[in-house]
């Protein structure tokens, strides 16, 4: 350790006028050739150091930052997973709806071939009974075209 004298106190404070005088000077506008020949050895000195401590301290930086965004991290794959869940339901729901419209269409064009007249209707209910293999409840409406002739 240094012990506080007059002359550590000198040097202390010549470093600073210098580091001062420095910070003055390379602050100018313009090319100035007292500190660009200083900047160029320093890089020369200091560029391969600067190169090998990142290089060292890659794995740590990147395990620090890791560990700062998880709790980010998670909220943004549990945000994900719900949207993906969303997505494959419309998928699946776009799916019934291109296959209802494909036998739609398959059932208006048969209705066209026999003349039929077509209804819409909705199944209410799928009930199995004794005797019968299947009974089906149909909602038809209330219009007087799907009143019983």
Known sequence: MFRDSPRSRLVLAVLVVAAVALLVLDSR????PVTSAGRVAGEYVFAP???GVGWAAAPAV???DGMRAAP?????IADLEAENAQLQERLVAARNDDERADQLAELL???GLGGYEILPAQAVTRVTARGFARTVTLDAGASPASAPT
């Open 29 to 32: 506008p313009g090319r100035d």
């Open 49 to 51: 150091a600067a190169t």
């Open 62 to 64: 990147t395990f620090y």
């Open 72 to 76: 980010r991290a998670a909220e943004r």
């Open 109 to 111: 064009y048969l209705s």
